[in-house]
């Protein structure tokens, strides 16, 4: 089994950064792909980025490459996402997921294991 806490949402300005944390318990975790999902008002859960089993690859969704940077510290069951150059429609409820392989997984049906969502919101 394992269970995942974000924390470090918040509210912030146009242009301004914030990291999210994902602390993971369980005896799995090294060997989990995880991933990141943001969810809005009236919208589905949208993924935002995944990272293998060791840090060595990742992939974002269009709307976040180059903004955001998914990382993962296996030593410390923690996954990070850091969020710059924020903008209004990034607003959402961020989520953390995690599920067993070594692939890049998009679809939020793929994973096993959530949190309960951090919330992001970026003023104009």
């Known amino acids: 089994q394992v269970q995942l806490a974000e924390s470090g949402g918040g509210l912030v300005r146009t242009g301004q950064s914030l990291r999210l944390s994902c602390a993971a318990s369980g005896p799995t975790f090294r060997r989990d792909a995880m991933a990141w999902f943001r969810q809005s008002p009236g919208k589905e859960r949208e993924f935002v980025a995944t990272?293998?089993?060791?840090?060595?690859?990742?992939y974002y969704t269009d709307s976040v490459k180059g903004r955001f940077t998914i990382s993962r510290d296996n030593a410390k069951n923690m996954v990070y996402l850091q969020m710059n150059s924020l903008r209004p429609e990034d607003t959402a409820v961020y989520y953390c997921?995690?599920?067993?392989?070594?692939?890049?997984?998009?679809?939020?049906?793929?994973?096993?294991?959530w949190g309960q969502g951090t919330q992001v919101t970026v003023s104009s």
């Open positions: 997921a995690a599920r067993g392989g070594s692939y890049l997984y998009t679809d939020a049906s793929d994973y096993s294991y």
């Open positions: 990272i293998t089993q060791t840090g060595g690859d990742q």
